[in-house]
T-cell receptor
Framework: QKEVEQDPGPLSVPEGAIVSLNCTYS??????FMWYRQYSRKGPELLMY????GNKEDGRFTAQVDKSSKYISLFIRDSQPSDSATYLC???????????FGQGTELSVKP | GAGVSQSPSNKVTEKGKDVELRCDPI?????LYWYRQRLGQGLEFLIY????????KSGLPSDRFSAERTGESVSTLTIQRTQQEDSAVYLC???????????????FGDGTRLSIL
């Protein structure tokens, strides 16, 4: 069983839709949670970085962490074709060095 | 300022050859990481440097893989006697120093796409 599970998709939505991306994890030692966006043939770009349970908002993006359920989400409001990319969740142990990634979800936003 | 820079961006080589991949981290970032991304997969951790030392090498898949870092800056990942299963994108990331009670986000380069024929 993988430490971090993420549905690979692909997920296709119309422009303007609200997108929900999710990851579950098995190890309660994870303390920091991240969402990265990766365009084709590019490196991952950090979108959201959270520590505690609850919500964090940045523009059209909201990251949600529920440590009791070991579940994290990324919501994208008013999705745009430019949001079409692969979204990777990642997490890290407190004071640990390496990121543990989900498989990534491929998102396509159709005009 | 400049981001993480990796070279070459693409590398095609024959099975059995050695390859060297280079990473220039963001200036001032003392922590440096190497990851591997196989087609359609998430990233797999390979090795972590704090300064010039490597406290975590647990992700290196075999003794054909090695990495070094000099001057708390550039790092080189070397794969000896390459195999077809080594074909992947090799990504480098860097972050600010990790204090005892802090964790700084990692910023990635665009990777080296390695193809073994």
């Amino acid at each position: 069983q993988k430490e971090v599970e993420q549905d690979p998709g692909p997920l296709s939505v119309p422009e303007g839709a609200i997108v929900s991306l999710n990851c579950t994890y098995s190890n309660s030692a994870f303390q920091y949670f991240m969402w990265y966006r990766q365009y084709s043939r590019k490196g991952p770009e950090l979108l959201m970085y959270t520590y505690s349970s609850g919500n964090k908002e940045d523009g059209r993006f909201t990251a949600q962490v529920d440590k009791s359920s070991k579940y994290i989400s990324l919501f994208i409001r008013d999705s745009q074709p430019s949001d079409s990319a692969t979204y990777l969740c990642a997490m890290i142990y407190n004071q640990g060095g390496k990121l543990i990634f989900g498989q990534g979800t491929e998102l396509s936003v159709k005009p | 300022g400049a981001g993480v820079s990796q070279s070459p961006s693409n590398k095609v080589t024959e099975k059995g050859k050695d390859v060297e991949l280079r990473c220039d981290p963001i200036s001032g970032h003392t922590a440096l990481y190497w990851y591997r991304q196989r087609l359609g997969q998430g990233l797999e951790f390979l090795i972590y440097f704090q300064g010039n030392s490597a406290p975590d090498k647990s992700g290196l898949p075999s003794d054909r893989f090695s990495a070094e870092r000099t001057g708390e800056s550039v790092s080189t990942l070397t794969i000896q006697r390459t195999q077809q299963e080594d074909s992947a994108v090799y990504l480098c990331a860097s972050s600010l120093d990790r204090g005892s009670y802090s964790n700084q986000p990692q910023h990635f380069g665009d990777g080296t796409r390695l193809s073994i024929l």
